[in-house]
C-alpha cells in the first residue's frame, strides 16, 4: 500500500511540474512544486517564448522586467537556440523554432547571422525565411543563403536520380542496330562474339555474325515554360519548383524558362540552375495575375506543338478572368500542351479555386497536383 501511494504521489508531482511548465512561472503560487535543475533550463526556454507572447497581448512592457520580482529572461536569441536544440526533441525543438520565427518574428534571429547559423536547417525553415525575407537585414543573408543550400541540396539528393531516369529513360548500351553501315561497326564486340569461331588451320577468326551499334535518335528539343504563382499559399510549390527547374535544365534537347508572377511577370531563366539564388530572389505575396504571365510567355512561344506551359498557381485569379479564359483557349488551339499545377510537393494537398481549374481544364489545360516524380512522369509522357 505505502509502494502504490509513493508512486502515486509521484505521478501527481510529474503531472502538476508539467501543468506548471506549460503554464509558466505566473503560475507559482498555485502551483507550488518545485522544479529540478533540468526543469528549471526547459521553463526558461519555454518563458523566453512566453515573454514575447506576453509583449503581444499587452501584457508585459518591452525592456521591462515582469512584475512580481521575477526576472525577465537569460536568454538572447542565439543561446536560446542552442540550449533549446539540447532540452527538446528534435521534433519539438523544430515547432518552437518556427513558433519562434513565424509567431513572433523575433528580430533576433532576423538580424543576428550566428542566431541564422543555429537555426535547424529544414524544410519550414526554409519556407518561413523566404516569408520574412523582407524583413531580413542585409548582415544574416550569407547565412541564410547556406541555410537554404543544405535543404535544397538534400532535396536535391533525394529526387534528382529518379526524376533524372523517368525524364531520359534508362540508357542500354547493348542495344543492337540492323542496319549494317560501317559508321556503326563495333568492332570490339564482334571479335568477343566471334572467338569460338577461331579456325586453328587458318590461324584466323571467322566472322559468322558482325555487330552494328544502334545511333543515337536525333530529337527535336522542347522548349518548357514553367510559371510559378509567388502566392503565401504557393511556398512549399515554390521551392520544389526551383528544385526541378534546375534539374529540367540540365536534360538534353530541353530549353527551360522560368517566370515568376504576382501582377508582374520576373524572368528568372538566368537563374534556372541555381535554385538557391531563385528562392533568395521570389517575393511572396502580392496579387496574382496569371493572364499577364500566360501572355507573357506565349509571346516567347517559337514553336508551339513542341511548347509545354507549367503553371504552378492556387488559381485565385486576382483580375477579371475574360482574359485568362481566351488566353488558355488560344494556346489550346495552337496545340501548347499546357498543366496547372495546384501543388508540386510531396504532400500533393492543394488548396485552390475549383471554379477557375474547371473552366481552364474546360479549354484544354491539364490540372493536377502532383508530386516532383509524378510532375516527372507527367512531362516525360507528353514529350514521347
Same mark, same amino acid.
Given at each position: 500500500?505505502i &509502494?502504490?501511494k509513493?508512486?502515486?504521489?509521484? *505521478?501527481?508531482?510529474q503531472?502538476?511540474k508539467?501543468? /506548471? =511548465?506549460?503554464l509558466?512561472?505566473?503560475?507559482?503560487?498555485?502551483l507550488n512544486?518545485?522544479?529540478?535543475?533540468?526543469?528549471?533550463?526547459?521553463d526558461?526556454?519555454?518563458d523566453?517564448?512566453y515573454?514575447?507572447?506576453y509583449l503581444a497581448?499587452g501584457?508585459l512592457?518591452?525592456?521591462k522586467?515582469?512584475?512580481?520580482g521575477k526576472?525577465?529572461?537569460?536568454?538572447?536569441a542565439?543561446?536560446?537556440?542552442?540550449q533549446?536544440?539540447?532540452?527538446f526533441?528534435?521534433?519539438?525543438?523544430?515547432?518552437?523554432?518556427?513558433?519562434?520565427?513565424?509567431?513572433y518574428?523575433?528580430?533576433?534571429i532576423?538580424?543576428?547571422? &550566428?542566431?541564422v547559423?543555429?537555426?535547424?536547417p *529544414?524544410?519550414?525553415?526554409?519556407r518561413?525565411?523566404? /516569408? =520574412?525575407r523582407?524583413e531580413?537585414?542585409?548582415s544574416?543573408?550569407?547565412?541564410?543563403k547556406?541555410?537554404?543550400?543544405?535543404?535544397v541540396d538534400e532535396?536535391?539528393?533525394k529526387?534528382?536520380?529518379s526524376?533524372?531516369?523517368?525524364m531520359?529513360?534508362?540508357?542500354n548500351?547493348?542495344?543492337?542496330s540492323?542496319?549494317?553501315?560501317s559508321?556503326?561497326?563495333?568492332?570490339?564486340?564482334?571479335?568477343k562474339?566471334?572467338l569460338k569461331?577461331?579456325?586453328?588451320?587458318?590461324?584466323?577468326i571467322?566472322?559468322?555474325?558482325?555487330i552494328?551499334n544502334?545511333?543515337?535518335k536525333?530529337q527535336l528539343?522542347w522548349?518548357?515554360?514553367?510559371?510559378v504563382d509567388?502566392?503565401?499559399?504557393?511556398?512549399?510549390?515554390?521551392?520544389?519548383?526551383?528544385?526541378?527547374?534546375s534539374?529540367?535544365t540540365?536534360?538534353?534537347t530541353?530549353?527551360?524558362?522560368?517566370?515568376?508572377f504576382?501582377?508582374?511577370?520576373v524572368?528568372l531563366?538566368h537563374?534556372?540552375?541555381?535554385?538557391?539564388?531563385i528562392?533568395?530572389?521570389v517575393?511572396?505575396?502580392?496579387g496574382t495575375?496569371?493572364?499577364?504571365?500566360l501572355?507573357?510567355?506565349?509571346?516567347?512561344?517559337?514553336n508551339?506543338?513542341?511548347?509545354i506551359?507549367?503553371v504552378?498557381?492556387?488559381?485565385?485569379?486576382?483580375?477579371n478572368?475574360?482574359?485568362?479564359?481566351?488566353t488558355?483557349?488560344r494556346?489550346?488551339?495552337?496545340?501548347?500542351k499546357?498543366l496547372?499545377?495546384?501543388a508540386?510537393?510531396?504532400?500533393a494537398?492543394p488548396?485552390y479555386d475549383?471554379?477557375?481549374s474547371?473552366?481552364?481544364?474546360?479549354?484544354?489545360?491539364?490540372i493536377a497536383?502532383l508530386?516532383?516524380?509524378?510532375?516527372?512522369n507527367?512531362?516525360?509522357?507528353?514529350?514521347q
Open positions: 500500500m &509502494n502504490n509513493q508512486t502515486k504521489n509521484s *505521478n501527481t508531482d503531472q502538476v508539467r501543468w /506548471r =511548465l506549460i509558466g512561472q505566473y503560475a507559482d503560487d498555485n512544486n518545485k522544479l529540478d535543475s533540468y526543469e528549471q533550463q526547459i526558461q526556454a519555454l523566453y517564448l515573454q514575447h507572447e497581448r501584457l512592457t518591452e525592456g522586467n515582469r512584475s512580481g526576472d525577465g529572461s537569460v536568454y538572447n542565439v543561446n536560446w537556440l542552442r533549446s536544440r539540447k532540452l526533441p528534435k521534433s519539438t525543438f523544430e515547432r518552437m523554432q518556427n513558433q519562434a520565427l513565424e509567431r518574428n523575433l528580430q533576433g532576423l538580424n543576428d547571422p &550566428n542566431a547559423k543555429e537555426l535547424q *529544414n524544410f519550414n525553415s526554409v518561413l525565411l523566404m /516569408r =520574412l523582407g531580413l537585414s542585409n544574416v543573408q550569407d547565412e541564410v547556406a541555410l537554404i543550400k543544405k535543404v532535396i536535391l539528393q529526387i534528382q536520380p526524376f533524372v531516369k523517368t531520359t529513360g534508362k540508357k548500351r547493348f542495344r543492337r540492323l542496319l549494317k553501315n559508321q556503326n561497326f563495333d568492332w570490339r564486340t564482334t571479335i562474339a566471334n569461331h577461331f579456325d586453328h588451320d587458318q590461324q584466323r571467322v566472322i559468322e555474325k558482325a552494328f544502334s545511333r543515337a536525333r528539343p522548349d518548357i515554360i514553367l510559371c509567388q502566392s503565401g499559399s504557393m511556398d512549399s510549390s515554390i521551392i520544389y519548383s526551383a528544385v526541378c527547374a534539374i529540367i540540365q536534360l538534353p530541353v530549353k527551360l524558362h522560368l517566370f515568376v504576382d501582377t508582374q511577370v524572368d531563366s537563374l534556372v540552375s541555381d535554385p538557391v539564388e528562392l533568395m530572389t517575393q511572396l505575396g502580392g495575375n496569371i493572364g499577364y504571365a501572355n507573357y510567355a506565349e509571346q516567347r512561344i517559337t508551339p506543338t513542341r511548347t506551359i507549367v504552378v498557381s492556387d488559381f485565385y485569379e486576382g483580375v478572368l475574360t482574359n485568362l479564359y481566351n488558355v483557349a494556346l489550346n488551339a495552337n496545340r501548347v499546357m496547372g499545377l495546384a508540386l510537393d510531396y504532400s494537398t488548396v475549383l471554379q477557375t474547371q473552366e481552364l481544364a474546360n479549354r484544354g489545360m491539364q497536383a508530386t516532383p516524380e509524378h510532375f516527372a507527367w512531362l516525360a509522357e507528353v514529350m
